[in-house]
């Protein structure tokens, strides 16, 4: 093993945190630089969404510290399938998988923020300073310039800066300098805003606990995730623009009447609904796409700031922690050595960055459309069929991505393929009066002779 080394971190958010937890282990000094306040002190200012949705590989990323039981203990809500809500109130429920105890779970951002600072803030050598903006980094040192609190601008060396600074990372911003540096951001016609239906008396919730609530309307939709207090984080995802867009409706008393005629049975369950229209902001969505991640071994970028995607697939933080174990997996193959782990780190990585970004994109006309039309719904009752009584063979696409540390880009090659024959099968099997043991039969008979095209995927991250 190396020597010791001087890392410096710049973001103590989701993945900076975690980060620094591995890297303290490793028997690194770590310090992170954060630009916002201490939320232990201040309390957790987010800007982004208020809980998120934890699966396999955000709980492998943490399993390797040991911190994936504790956040599940603190924090989740398991959520073992999505719940449709159609326009006129009704609901219909989909599991994400035939196997019981597959689930993607809610978790609220600054719990869990909290959870992974106060585990690295407990770590021998891990040194946290808030309120320090970094302006800009020198490749050649490595160091990186902060504004500090007293509004002064200093530089701080170290012998590594890896930079997990989110979407809009200064570190990256100053790798987008190097010649033949790739870089795109791309953002959606479509912003997000987020709501409330808070919990009824004494805490009970006002739906369906256990389920990731959605409400498709063909090119917008809403969505709900349960938080431990009994409330639900409602998000918009409309166009800023145009038909049925944050534009199109000012808030107002036109508010209520819209959500009366889109979104009946939750407009009744959201009774501040005007205010927090009104006060609330719209994001942007972006994804963000650069190579190379590194500059000669010792400045690099994780997380959001190598691969913002959009929130559809529920991966931006599952993939960042997956990031950070196999950022710190490779240092041990390379006996601590930076100079070779973060060389092979970007190249494990930016193929599945680039295939969850995809999928993610994809995702969207999945949830807000496709899911609300009888056709996909018998596509998914194909595969999870298929899935049940085949096996690991034909494990769909959403449960590769959501239930396993399989890459990416394996599951999306996957995806594809599984895409093909449920199509096929659906064309030869009609919907059926009643799904009984004999469309079952029919089923497998339309399939087995197309499975022998499906690929088999590879291992874990
Ligand atoms: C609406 C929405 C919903 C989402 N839902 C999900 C979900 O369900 N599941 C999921 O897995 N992912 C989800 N994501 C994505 C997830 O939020 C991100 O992928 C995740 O936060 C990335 O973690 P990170 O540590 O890379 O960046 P961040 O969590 O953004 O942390 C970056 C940190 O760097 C700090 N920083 C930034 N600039 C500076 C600077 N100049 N100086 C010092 N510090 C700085 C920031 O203050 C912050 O603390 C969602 C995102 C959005 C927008």
């Not at 038909?243 to 819209?258: D, K, Q, W």
């Not at 529920?314 to 060389?343: I, K, S, T, Y």
Request: hydrophobic share 45%; charged share 25%; proline share 5%.
């Amino acid at each position: 093993m190396s020597a010791a080394k001087d890392v410096l971190i710049v973001g103590a958010g989701l993945s900076g945190c975690l980060l620094a937890v591995y890297l303290a282990r490793r028997g690194h000094r770590v310090r992170v630089y954060e630009r916002r306040g201490d939320p232990r002190v201040a309390g957790y200012v987010g800007g982004r969404s208020i809980n998120l949705a934890l699966s396999a590989r955000g709980l492998w990323g943490m399993a390797g510290v040991g911190l994936d039981r504790v956040v599940m203990e603190r924090d989740a809500i398991a959520m073992p399938g999505r719940m449709l809500h159609d326009r006129e109130g009704r609901t219909s429920f989909q599991p994400y998988s035939s196997r019981a105890g597959e689930a993607i779970n809610s978790v609220s951002r600054g719990g869990l923020n909290l959870t992974l600072l106060e585990a690295a803030a407990a770590e021998r050598g891990v040194e946290f300073l808030f309120n320090h903006w970094c302006l800009d980094v020198d490749l050649a040192g490595p160091a990186a310039w902060f504004n500090a609190p007293d509004q002064k601008n200093v530089r701080v060396e170290a012998d590594v800066i890896l930079g997990a600074d989110g979407a809009f990372s200064p570190v990256r911003g100053r790798l987008q300098k190097v010649d033949r540096f790739d870089y795109s951001q791309t953002y959606l016609r479509h912003g997000y805003k987020e709501l409330v239906i808070p919990a009824l008396a004494g805490g009970a919730f006002a739906m369906e606990r256990s389920a990731l609530h959605i409400w498709p309307r063909g090119g917008t939709m809403m969505i709900a995730l349960p938080n431990r207090d009994g409330s639900f984080t409602c998000t918009l995802f409309w166009p800023f623009e145009g038909a049925h867009s944050f534009a199109a409706l000012p808030s107002g008393p036109g508010v209520r009447a819209f959500f009366e005629r889109e979104y009946p049975d939750a407009a009744g369950l959201m009774p501040t609904l005007e205010e927090d229209y009104e006060r609330n902001p719209v994001g942007s969505l972006v994804t963000v796409r650069c190579w190379p991640w590194q500059h000669e071994g010792k400045v690099a970028v994780l997380g959001d700031a190598a691969h913002a995607i959009v929130p559809f697939y529920g991966q931006g933080m599952n993939c960042a922690f997956e990031d950070v174990r196999v950022l710190a997996g490779l240092l041990d193959e390379h006996r601590g050595d930076f100079g070779a782990a973060l060389p092979a780190f970007q190249e494990a990585r930016k193929a599945n960055a680039d295939a969850i970004a995809e999928m993610a994109l994809e995702n969207f006309v999945e949830m807000r459309d496709l899911s609300g039309r009888a056709e996909w719904q018998y596509g998914k009752r194909i595969e999870q069929l298929l899935h049940r009584t085949v096996g690991d063979a034909v494990t769909p696409r959403y449960n590769l991505v959501s239930f396993s540390t399989v890459p990416y880009a394996s599951a999306q090659r996957r995806g594809r393929e599984m895409e093909r024959v449920v199509a096929a099968v659906a064309e030869r099997v009609p919907v059926p009066a009643v799904y009984d043991g004999a469309w079952e039969r029919a089923v497998l008979e339309a399939a087995r002779p197309l499975l022998g095209g499906i690929t088999p995927v590879g291992g874990g991250a």
